[in-house]
């Protein structure tokens, strides 16, 4: 991990424009940290063995706290304090209680059943909201811990817990898949955003509807992002390398987040079978 961020590429920079300044440290100095990289949170597989080795690195590791039980988190949030004293982030799920249409609920149901039967797995389920919401216990959870970052998907959490988690000094970062959304997200102050393209591995953090939402590419959405907000953007989407990184820089990013590329790290809490592939 150390050997990829140090093979980035540097850009000579001296009185050129914003789009293709190198190193660009807005970021940098928003989140303490050396590399503009950010380790994606990864819910499951970015624990605290990955988090605390990128933060020691110099880059911003993530826990993906989004589908964990709070007592998991808070345990795992001691596992990263143990283990480093650079700054982190971590991240949680900001979607609303999902509407389940009953019709459609059935309709599922019955389409699943056949493969249910076949595989042995017994009547389908009744469908639930599968992911914790953010809530008064995570909310505690951040105020108790104050680490330097904060990141949410799917929007951000209402405005009165957004003030208390500014008010502990927490930088807040959001995922954006359109520039309405990015404007939004700036708007409730996100302090930093980050352009999510269809690329990205995992799920997208769309919160909006409409057309086209969540289907704009990396290296489309970037720019678009950076002329419509002033607050850094940070690339998300389909980057692997150093020369990704520096086209994220020269689209006018001021920093990355990666997910994939780091779940070939030993620190990723990953099966070999997955790893491998
Ligand atoms: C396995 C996996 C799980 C993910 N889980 C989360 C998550 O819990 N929270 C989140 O904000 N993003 C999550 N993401 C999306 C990442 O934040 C990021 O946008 C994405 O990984 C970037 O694309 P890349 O994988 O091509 O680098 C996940 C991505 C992957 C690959």
């Not at 302090?191 to 086209?212: K, L, N, P, W, Y």
């Not at 998300?236 to 390398?241: E, K, P, Q, S, Y």
Request: contains cysteine; glycine residues 12%.
């Amino acid at each position: 991990m150390m050997n990829q961020i140090r093979k980035i590429p540097s850009i000579p920079c001296e009185r050129v424009s914003r789009s293709i300044q190198w190193p660009r440290t807005d970021l940098l100095e928003l989140l303490g940290i050396t590399h503009p990289i950010i380790q994606a949170p990864m819910g499951g597989v970015s624990g605290p063995a990955l988090v605390a080795a990128v933060s020691n690195a110099g880059a911003l590791g993530s826990l993906g706290c989004g589908p964990l039980p709070i007592h998991g988190a808070r345990h795992q949030v001691q596992e990263i304090q143990r283990a480093s004293n650079r700054p982190f982030n971590l991240n949680f799920f900001a979607h609303p209680a999902p509407r389940i249409d009953a019709q459609a609920a059935g309709r599922v149901r019955a389409r699943l059943a056949f493969y249910y039967g076949l595989l042995g797995l017994g009547s389908v389920p009744e469908p639930s909201d599968p992911l914790p919401r953010f809530d008064e216990e995570r909310l505690e959870l951040i105020l108790e811990v104050r680490p330097r970052v904060i990141s949410f998907h799917f929007g951000l959490p209402p405005a009165t817990a957004m003030a208390q988690i500014k008010r502990a000094g927490c930088i807040v970062l959001s995922s954006a898949t359109t520039v309405a959304e990015a404007k939004a997200l700036e708007a409730q102050g996100a302090d930093a955003i980050i352009a999510q393209g269809v690329e990205a591995g995992g799920h997208r953090g769309t919160f909006t509807s409409g057309d086209g939402v969540g289907l704009v590419g990396t290296m489309a959405l970037v720019p678009q992002v950076v002329d419509a907000v002033r607050v850094p953007v940070i690339a998300a989407g389909g980057i692997a390398d150093g020369r990704a990184i520096a086209a994220a820089f020269a689209l006018g990013a001021s920093g990355v987040q990666i997910g994939t590329a780091f779940l070939g790290c030993p620190e990723a809490a990953v099966s070999d079978v997955y790893r491998e592939a």
